[in-house]
């Protein structure tokens, strides 16, 4: 129990003190291609990573074949990125207007290997959809921003600010950050997208109950830490909870993380699910502490305020109330 409030302590303390580089053993100096290591010898995972990318998880059909891009197409690619986030969205008639550039920062960086998909397994660089799981993750894109909203139970966990899926350091649109955090027996993980917090302890203890978002243990396999998480709990509605991100019974996550230098690690997991895809499949992509190689706004990871000034459910809320007040069928006459 001690271990587990100082490992809580620790992420609360740790915005301006693991946003830089963590101590390393005495007399060691961390450099760019030496990876640093805890005062008691282990691989120091301390520290806020972002895995912000424009690599998409699924191969394009337009590199279908591809494993990499070119130089060329890279740099194309990062241009095209940089002058789309300085260009602000145009606001039709009647519309209310969206979030300006600031707010999602977007990445504007491919992965450093320039591959063309963060998928590495299958070989295709796709998602192995059965039938099943592909229709049930285009009914999960239907269901966005789409349907009646006349009751709040009617609204997603994502739109209520609560939860969009499993937290991995994987996301798409913004916040893209997580603070890692670790002591000698446990590793924390603060994503910064919906502040999920994963508590992982360093040892092969039994699964005692399933969770939202699963029970994980902790290995260090030589200096590569591999967490293994399952025992999931079928609960919920977001926005993927019937496409592959959502949580089920029958998914298994293996995660690897392995310092590079200073400044890198290399980051893996692997997807298991036979209710969605006919095999297991694997990304991998480098996380860093060094924001502006990605093209994303430097500085620490603050509080993930959802619904400070969000006033849309109150406002789509009353909206189709007044639809249903114009829809009604006029009263009977007396």
Request: proline share 9%; with cysteine.
């Amino acid at each position: 129990m001690k271990a587990v409030t100082a490992a809580i302590i620790a992420l609360g303390l740790a915005g301006p003190v693991f946003a830089q580089d963590s101590a390393t053993p005495p007399g060691t100096t961390a450099t760019r291609s030496t990876p640093p290591r805890t005062p008691w010898g282990a691989p120091d995972l301390h520290g806020q990573w972002t895995g912000s990318t424009i690599t998409p998880l699924e191969r394009p059909a337009r590199f279908n074949g591809r494993a990499t891009l070119t130089a060329d197409e890279a740099k194309s690619l990062e241009a095209n990125a940089r002058a789309q986030a300085a260009q602000e969205p145009v606001v039709g008639s009647g519309d209310p207007g969206t979030y300006n550039q600031v707010w999602f920062d977007p990445a504007a960086a491919v992965v450093p290997d320039l591959r063309t998909s963060l998928i590495v397994d299958p070989p295709d660089g796709r998602l192995p959809f059965t039938p099943d799981g592909r229709q049930a993750s285009q009914r999960a894109a239907d269901h966005y921003g789409r349907g009646a909203r006349d009751n709040p139970e009617d609204f997603d966990t994502g739109e209520r600010c609560l939860t969009d899926g499993l937290p991995l350091p994987f996301h798409t649109g913004y916040n893209n950050n997580v603070l890692i955090v670790q002591t000698p027996q446990y590793v924390g993980i603060q994503a910064e997208m919906f502040h999920d917090f994963r508590l992982i302890p360093l040892d092969d203890r039994p699964r005692v109950a399933p969770q939202w978002l699963g029970e994980s243990r902790g290995r260090w396999e030589g200096d590569t830490l591999v967490v293994e998480t399952e025992n999931f709990l079928d609960r919920g509605r977001y926005w993927w909870a019937t496409s592959w991100r959502g949580a089920r019974s029958t998914l298994k996550v293996v995660e690897r993380f392995r310092r590079i230098d200073a400044e890198t690690m290399d980051y893996e997991f692997t997807w298991t699910d036979a209710s969605q895809f006919t095999r297991p499949w694997t990304a991998r992509y480098p996380l860093t502490t060094n924001q502006a190689a990605r093209g994303v706004t430097e500085g620490l990871m603050y509080e993930y305020a959802c619904h400070e000034g969000n006033f849309s459910i109150v406002n789509v809320l009353r909206g189709a109330r007044a639809q249903g007040d114009l829809t009604a069928p006029a009263p009977a006459p007396r």
